[in-house]
């Protein structure tokens, strides 16, 4: 008869994702350096790259683990079975899913940081371009202004000679009309016009 005691000593397996904040917190947090030559749409290679993230000397990234899951082999496996296969490639390579888990969590905070990139660029931009906005709207209205002051002066200046017009006009239909009363004792028919003359048959240009 066998007794299985448990070894209270002993601790408990830790839980997956527990694991997997512990190799995160492991990785030493650095702040990757884009400069000018990592375009907005630069593939993510390049990003990696500029980020300079190491290439393990055993080649097992992410991204060549990603390829094995994808490959005709096993991407149709049950979950487990890919695991599986998975690992017994790492182990005959001699290494650690946790050096796979490190090189993709510096991917990942590669990938944040050129994000964080992209925003602020994004961010600057919208901010230059909304000030130049309201530039060109102050120039908009400014130039309104000016235009309507153009057209009041114009609606004013008409306005003006057209007083001025029918005023001496005025004047001029009283004087018609006082030679017309001199001249009317004298004539049959009064030539002279007391109103005012036709308006041309073509328009002046």
Same mark, same amino acid.
């Given at each position: 008869?066998?007794? !299985?005691?448990?070894?209270?000593?002993? @601790?408990? @397996? @830790?839980?997956? +994702?527990?694991?997997?904040?512990?190799?995160?917190?492991?990785?030493?947090?650095?702040?990757?350096?884009?400069?000018?030559?990592?375009?907005?749409?630069?593939?993510?290679?390049?990003?990696?790259? +500029?980020? /300079?993230?190491?290439?393990?000397?055993?080649?097992?990234?992410?991204?060549?683990?990603?390829?094995?899951?994808?490959?005709?082999?096993?991407?149709?496996?049950?979950?487990?079975?890919?695991?599986?296969?998975?690992?017994?490639?790492?182990? +005959?390579?001699?290494?650690?899913? /946790?050096?796979?888990?490190?090189?993709?969590?510096?991917?990942?905070?590669?990938?944040?940081?050129?994000?964080?990139?992209? &925003?602020?660029?994004?961010?600057?931009?919208?901010?230059?371009?909304?000030?130049?906005?309201?530039?060109? &709207?102050?120039?908009?209205?400014?130039?309104?202004?000016?235009?309507?002051?153009?057209?009041? +002066?114009?609606?004013?200046?008409?306005?003006? /000679?057209? /007083?001025?017009?029918? !005023?001496?006009?005025?004047?001029?239909?009283?004087?018609?009309?006082?030679?017309?009363?001199?001249?009317?004792?004298?004539?049959?028919?009064?030539?002279?016009?007391?109103?005012?003359?036709?308006?041309?048959?073509?328009?002046?240009?």
């Amino acid at each position: 008869m066998f007794v !299985s005691v448990d070894d209270a000593s002993q @601790p408990a @397996p @830790p839980e997956p +994702a527990q694991s997997v904040a512990q190799i995160a917190s492991s990785v030493p947090v650095v702040e990757p350096h884009f400069d000018a030559s990592v375009k907005p749409d630069a593939d993510f290679e390049e990003i990696y790259r +500029a980020a /300079e993230i190491p290439e393990p000397a055993h080649g097992y990234t992410i991204t060549k683990i990603a390829e094995m899951l994808q490959s005709e082999r096993i991407r149709s496996l049950p979950l487990e079975v890919k695991k599986s296969s998975v690992l017994l490639a790492l182990d +005959a390579a001699g290494v650690k899913i /946790e050096q796979v888990v490190e090189d993709a969590v510096r991917r990942d905070r590669a990938l944040d940081a050129f994000e964080r990139v992209q &925003q602020r660029a994004l961010d600057e931009l919208e901010a230059r371009k909304d000030k130049e906005n309201h530039e060109i &709207q102050a120039d908009l209205e400014r130039l309104v202004q000016e235009h309507n002051a153009r057209v009041q +002066a114009n609606n004013d200046a008409v306005a003006k /000679e057209k /007083e001025r017009f029918y !005023s001496w006009r005025l004047r001029k239909q009283r004087e018609e009309q006082k030679i017309a009363d001199c001249v009317s004792p004298f004539v049959a028919e009064n030539p002279i016009t007391t109103g005012s003359p036709p308006p041309p048959s073509k328009p002046l240009p």
